[in-house]
């Protein structure tokens, strides 16, 4: 069974193992072409068109005309849903004897 | 702290500093070749400064240990706006490792992060808890936690490997 003490020993040889292929103290203080620069530039311009393309929806939806309506021209468009067929039939008081139009007798 | 003095400084913990950027970048070795580039420049331009509020190592290693978050953060960020996928893991390949050094580094790998940050602090780097838990910015007590939950961990499974290894 591991003690704490061969856990320590483990470490010690992973440290020993890792500490032999350590890269010079100087290539790792020089100056290298940083990729991240390069993605800070893009993400820059990204967002850069970004605001642009907002800018120009925003402006064209300022621009369109408002086209206001009077309350009593108003229409819900769900008007039609609320016709039902022979409607005319409902709203007229059938008269008996008053000849069709259209015929002779 | 004079720029030759600090590089001075910074030369003798290299060795130390590079293990510790390798924890911090799960034993991927260009990775941890880049945090420690970005951590030495950060100091050097004296964007990251010592305030001798603990001792230099303690400092130099929760620079090269923030460094690595944010790096990681970055990428993600990077990852989720480009579409990229993520890269495979490159873990380091120590030519020389032993049986025992596979399975610790194995053992390492189940443990949390923060966990294995107190371990390696105090078995790889010889810290005291006191001085892990200044470098993970975390209270005594917190790491203490942290320290006696993974060494028990870290025993169990290595226990575990050894009973299948020689069952």
């Known amino acids: ?105 | 702290m004079e720029r030759a003095e600090l590089e001075s400084t910074l030369e003798t913990l290299h060795p130390a500093s590079f293990g510790w950027a390798l924890s911090c970048c799960r034993r991927d070795r260009q990775e941890a070749e880049e945090v420690l580039q970005m951590s030495y420049l950060k100091i050097i331009e004296g964007k990251a400064r010592f305030a001798g509020r603990s001792s230099f190592k303690t400092w130099l290693f929760a620079v090269i240990r923030r460094t690595a978050l944010e790096r990681f953060r970055w990428q993600r960020v990077r990852r989720i706006v480009f579409l990229e996928t993520s890269p495979p893991a490159r873990p380091d390949q120590i030519l020389e490792s032993s049986e025992r050094t596979e399975r610790l580094l194995r053992a390492l790998d189940a443990i949390s992060r923060r966990q294995r940050e107190v371990v390696e602090l105090v078995f790889y780097h010889d810290m005291t808890i006191e001085e892990a838990a200044q470098s993970l910015g975390i209270s005594i007590g917190s790491a203490r936690v942290h320290y006696e939950r993974s060494k028990r961990r870290l025993l169990a499974i290595l226990q575990e490997e050894e009973r299948i290894a020689f069952a």
Not at chain 1, 37 to 54: D, E, K, P, S, W
Not at chain 1, 71 to 81: C, E, G, N, Q
Request: charged share 25%.
């Open chain 1, 1 to 105: 069974m591991p003690s704490p003490d061969d856990l320590r020993d483990a470490f010690r040889e992973l440290r020993a193992a890792e500490q032999r292929h350590v890269p010079p103290f100087r290539r790792s203080m020089e100056r290298r072409p940083s990729g991240r620069r390069r993605l800070r530039y893009t993400f820059a311009i990204a967002a850069l068109l970004l605001v642009v393309a907002g800018a120009s929806l925003l402006q064209r939806r300022l621009m369109r005309p408002v086209v206001t309506t009077s309350i009593s021209s108003w229409k819900a468009p769900t008007d039609f849903l609320l016709q039902t067929p022979n409607a005319k039939l409902m709203k007229t008081v059938p008269a008996f004897g008053v000849p069709k139009r259209g015929t002779s007798s």
